[in-house]
């Protein structure tokens, strides 16, 4: 599916987007092990989500949903009733999925194969693979278990500490996961933090957590209770719309309920060190998460440098910063991201080749990328390279180029964000 887009007169009006990518996997993988129902309202109806679901009804976990309006119901029974799959588990193009799922298959007395598609068997396991093997776990795969598939005779794990060499919330994730299953405690350190979403909502279904700093312990056997989680609408979906505002002359957005976790809103701090015109108003909470709305007008934009801890807090929306990087007065400066080279694509590469085609000096540096903006784009026919990200922010840059942009293989778009040339199309002001 091509995407086509054309400049708007400006972008205007209230809007919400989809659940939280992260916490619904979370949510349904914890609900999976929970004791009683868990009620999940507002859950992704993304292709990742999804393969989640699929993986885990695969494992005997009864489901209800998810209907057209995002309500899932898990019937938990705890870890216990999970049994071994009759099949290979299909992550699709979902890392969340396998590397998630590859700490709780490690904890569960069974054996069991878990792959996906071309673009996820290519991306690294071995950060996973390698810790849960030091707690027991026996698993098996390409380039000695760096790469799906991935057999995994789990069960019988102890628990260990871990310092991990790079700030990963998936890595933390699984780990943590693990060690709910395992004996004694698992301690997991970070560099700098990584999104806490495992955590907070592993509070939420009852478990002790202990958080020093950057480390976190959790103490194996303890129960999760089934829970009502709304889950707040994806801040990385709703970066694409807040840097859209930001660009298109005339523009006045406002996104209702939007998470905000601290370690997830790198780009609202981003954005308003660029200058941009962006107020949070109406803050609450859901399921141990912050919330709010976030209104962005459009304004004038200057280059910044963004790397060290900031990363971690914006990793998934720096294709989107580029765009906005392209717009901006001056240049825009992403480094220590090399996380950014095994994403869906490499997304130094991607960036930087489809930003080029729009008239854009951009240039792939080794741990990030340098943008300079000031000038006018021009529509372009870009290639999305499956990633979803990098389709959604070349949809962003056609916003604000002369003449038409066409996106090729935009399909992909639907893994993290379903509507969202509807919700673009709701916004125009023609």
Known sequence: MNLEITPPRALRGSTTVPGDKSISHRAAMLGALAEGETLIENFLMGADCLATIKCLAEMGVSFTGPDEKGRLTVHGRGPSALKEPGDVLD???????????????AGLPFFSVITGDASLRRRP??????????????IWGRREASLAPLAVQGG??????????VASAQVKSALLLAGLLARGETRVVEPVPSRDHTERMLQFFGVEVIKEGTAVTIKGGQVLTGRRIMVPGDISSAAFLMVAAAVVPGSDVTIRGVGLNPTR?????VLKAMGADLEITNRYRLANEPVGDVRVRHSRLRGVTVGGDMIPRLIDEIPVLAVAGALAEGELVVRDAAELKVKESNRIDTVVQELRKFGVEA???????????????TGASCASHGDHRIAMAMAVAGLAARGKTVIQ???????SFPGFTGILG????E
Do not use: H
């Not at 699709?92 to 700490?103: A, D």
């Not at 809103?265 to 701090?269: A, H």
């Not at 240039?363 to 784009?377: M, N, S, T």
């Not at 709701?426 to 002001?429: E, F, G, I, M």
């Open 409 to 415: 293989d935009a399909g992909c778009i639907d893994v």
């Open 426 to 429: 709701s916004l125009r002001v």
């Open 265 to 269: 809103d790198g780009i609202v701090d």
């Open 156 to 165: 019988a794990l102890e628990g260990c500490s871990f310092s991990l060499p």
């Open 91 to 105: 992550a699709g193009n979902s890392g969340t999925t396998m590397r998630l799922l590859l700490g709780i298959l």
């Open 363 to 377: 240039e792939a540096l080794p741990d990030g990328l340098r943008v300079r903006g000031g000038r006018p784009l």
């Open 125 to 138: 396991m071995k950060r996973v693979t390698a810790p849960l093997s030091r707690m027991g776990a026996r």
